[in-house]
């Protein structure tokens, strides 16, 4: 079997026996994105020389007899939202084209410690605003099932990569959906951590009560493992927790005993594919096979948790991202005007329609006059979000329903459409609003062979049991180990 169609967890043991050198397998990822690259589009900057130096620098560690970490020798690429000293990060945009930062972001920091080799920056939506990675400034990614189709977003790049066999492992972002959506349009695993469990620090922020780092990967067990490399308090970031962070990859395999999920109706209702609803039926009737018992609940206040986040995201990248005026960051347009006139044209030209978008929308529902009737509305319908699952809980261990209303849509199909696209994150939203964890994990195909994501959603801090729970319908199916039917670039 190739390098690249191996594990993370497979890739450390590998190297661990001496069957394999942290050099060869940086060689084939390089090697695969290079090959796959013209047709997927899942990154905006590779340099194949200093991944090759990361891999040397490990292979030399394990030469010396020196410690390594649990990410030895492992390819992983980053999000471009990231920060990475020394490497370009535009967050997608035209405005952050030449921003080249002086630090790496925590998770960043983290991976390195690991002994991680970093292959490159993935794309997104820009500034992480989208559903389908069509946002991006520079292009989109394309879905590696059928390469017409998007591979959802804004972490398009990141699950594209994975799933395309570009690289094993990849960290994306979640604001309202951003991991788990294109996790499951692409057919891997994606994981939104509780907020406050994996450091911001670093992360060039969109919503800052809404973002949240975590791991892409083809299985639970590899999700485990990077979300275990990159986790934990770090003081740099207000909102981070100081929680212990178990050891999920030692755990991972043991089923949950007496597993109760909760299936909230809610989530089965108008809209939903036909298609998408019988894979996840289907799905839970394999946890009652192995076990697990199913809980009627509700989440009453669901139906408005998208009409809420589209207030409260918006709302917090108007004031994020008003430090791009061309004067102190970002890109500065090359006519000679006034302060006023070169503030407005720098945003105009270095955003984009759907960044511009979103920041009217949150100047107008922070404005004097509107912040009670929309924002502080808002604000109220979160917390109701957030008592629906406090109360489901009290009979449930996770909650499940499917990840996204429809498999991949092509490209260009909702772009006219902000509403339509808006839509694919209804079910994803309310656990950023709420704070929870919640991990998608491939449960079927469509008759066009096109993935389907599970949605798994946990209280906070309760990762062990959600990736857990992930791991026992997992290892009782073989969705996960499918792979794109056509090699791209072959």
Same mark, same amino acid.
Not at 357 to 365: D, F, T
Not at 395 to 417: H, L, M, Y
């Given at each position: 079997m190739s390098l690249t169609e191996l594990t993370a967890a497979e890739l450390v043991a590998l190297q661990a026996a001496g069957k394999a050198s942290a050099a060869e397998v940086a060689e084939a990822f390089?090697?695969?994105?290079?090959?796959?690259?013209?047709?997927?589009?899942?990154?905006?900057?590779?340099d194949e020389d200093d991944a090759r130096r990361q891999a040397a620098a490990v292979d030399a560690k394990r030469a010396s007899g020196q410690p390594l970490g649990p990410l030895a020798g492992v390819p992983v690429a980053v999000k471009d939202v990231l920060c990475t000293k020394g490497v370009r990060t535009t967050c997608g945009s035209r405005m952050l084209e030449r921003f080249v930062p002086p630090y790496d972001a925590h998770a960043v920091e983290r991976l390195r410690a690991?002994?991680?080799?970093?292959?490159?920056?993935?794309?997104?939506?820009?500034?992480?605003?989208?559903?389908?990675?069509?946002?991006? /400034?520079?292009?989109?990614?394309?879905? !590696?099932?059928?390469?017409?189709?998007?591979? %959802? =977003? @804004?972490?398009?790049?990141? +699950? *594209? /990569?994975?799933?395309?066999?570009?690289? !094993?492992?990849?960290?994306?972002?979640?604001? %309202? =959906? @951003?991991?788990?959506?294109? +996790? *499951?349009?692409?057919?891997?695993?994606?994981?939104?951590?509780?907020?406050?469990?994996?450091?911001?620090?670093?992360?060039?922020?969109? +919503?800052?009560?809404?973002?949240?780092?975590?791991?892409?990967?083809?299985?639970?067990g590899d999700a485990a493992l990077l979300l275990e490399a990159v986790a934990g308090h770090d003081g740099r970031d207000s909102t981070s927790v100081a929680e212990p962070v178990p050891a999920y990859s030692k755990t991972v395999n043991e089923p949950v005993k007496g597993l109760r999920i909760g299936v909230p109706r809610e989530f089965f209702g108008e809209g939903l594919d036909a298609e998408v609803e019988a894979a996840v039926r289907q799905a839970l009737k394999e946890y009652e096979r192995l076990g697990a018992t199913l809980v009627d609940?509700?989440?009453?206040?669901?139906?408005?948790?998208?009409?809420?986040?589209?207030?409260?995201?918006?709302?917090?990248?108007?004031?994020?991202?008003?430090?791009?005026?061309?004067?102190?960051?970002?890109?500065?347009?090359?006519?000679?005007?006034?302060?006023?006139?070169?503030?407005?044209?720098?945003?105009?030209?270095?955003?984009?329609?759907?960044?511009?978008?979103?920041?009217?929308?949150?100047?107008?529902?922070?404005?004097?006059?509107?912040?009670?009737?929309?924002?502080l509305q808002a604000l109220k319908v979160r917390r109701r979000v957030?008592?629906?699952?406090?109360?489901?809980?009290?009979?449930?261990?996770?909650?499940?329903?499917?990840?996204?209303?429809?498999?991949?849509?092509?490209?260009?199909?909702?772009?006219?459409?902000?509403?339509?696209?808006?839509?694919?994150?209804?079910?994803?939203?309310?656990?950023?609003?709420?704070?929870?964890p919640g991990l998608s994990l491939p449960c079927g195909f469509t008759k066009s062979n096109l993935p389907i994501g599970l949605q798994l959603l946990a209280p906070p801090f309760a990762e062990e049991t959600l990736?857990?729970?992930?791991?026992?319908?997992?290892?009782?199916?073989?969705?996960?180990?499918?792979?794109?039917?056509?090699k791209i670039g072959a």
């Open positions: 390089l090697a695969a994105v290079r090959d796959r690259e013209p047709v997927l589009h899942s990154f905006l900057h590779v690991a002994d991680a080799v970093l292959l490159g920056k993935t794309n997104l939506d820009e500034f992480a605003m989208g559903s389908s990675t069509e946002n991006s /400034a520079f292009g989109p990614t394309r879905n !590696p099932w059928d390469p017409a189709r998007t591979p %959802g =977003g @804004s972490s398009g790049g990141s +699950a *594209a /990569a994975v799933a395309g066999g570009q690289a !094993p492992l990849a960290l994306g972002t979640d604001t %309202g =959906g @951003s991991i788990r959506q294109p +996790a *499951a349009l692409c057919g891997v695993v994606g994981l939104k951590p509780t907020y406050g469990r994996v450091s911001r620090y670093g992360l060039v922020a969109f +919503a800052s009560s809404l973002d949240q780092v975590g791991p892409f990967a083809r299985t639970v609940v509700s989440l009453p206040h669901s139906p408005y948790a998208l009409a809420a986040y589209y207030v409260v995201a918006p709302a917090e990248a108007s004031s994020n991202l008003a430090r791009f005026d061309g004067m102190h960051f970002g890109h500065r347009t090359k006519d000679k005007l006034g302060l006023i006139e070169t503030v407005s044209r720098s945003r105009a030209e270095g955003f984009g329609p759907e960044v511009q978008r979103r920041v009217l929308i949150g100047s107008y529902v922070l404005s004097s006059g509107y912040k009670d009737a929309y924002y957030k008592g629906d699952f406090d109360a489901a809980f009290q009979s449930c261990d996770v909650i499940a329903g499917p990840t996204t209303p429809t498999p991949a849509f092509v490209i260009g199909e909702k772009a006219a459409d902000p509403l339509a696209m808006y839509l694919s994150d209804v079910y994803t939203v309310s656990a950023n609003l709420a704070g929870l990736l857990r729970a992930a791991r026992m319908v997992e290892a009782a199916t073989d969705w996960h180990a499918r792979r794109p039917p056509v």
